[in-house]
């Protein structure tokens, strides 16, 4: 049973930071691309960052110089350092992972960032 647990969510002013952390667990994972959506209240989910397991990188355009998004492939993990916060960033934040060759998502961690 592969699980993908968020955590680092929380309040931060505009301006500030958060780091959010993701652990894949259950058997040993065969993780594939992974990566983090955020779901605006009231609005439809939208992709973030993903990464390849060799740690290529790929942004949304309006998170590209104050969001980086990392993978420690031995630890089974993906982080999202988020800089620069701005209001539009609150919502829900979705961890992603193609696990085992499964389109799998965590609970979510909910960002507020306040102005």
Known sequence: QVQLVES????????????LSCTISGGIPNIA???????PPGEQRELVALITRGGIPNYRDS???RFTISRDNAKNTV?????????????????????????????????????
Request: charged share 10%; proline share 2%.
């Open 79 to 115: 982080s999202l350092q988020m800089d620069n916060l701005k209001p539009e960033d609150t919502g829900i934040y979705y961890c992603y992972g193609l696990v085992n060759g499964v389109t799998s998502w965590g609970q979510g961690t909910q960002v507020t960032v306040s102005s």
């Open 33 to 39: 691309t992974m990566g983090w959506f955020h779901q």
């Open 8 to 19: 680092g969510g929380g309040l931060a002013q505009v301006g500030g930071s958060l780091r």
């Open 63 to 65: 998170v590209k110089g």
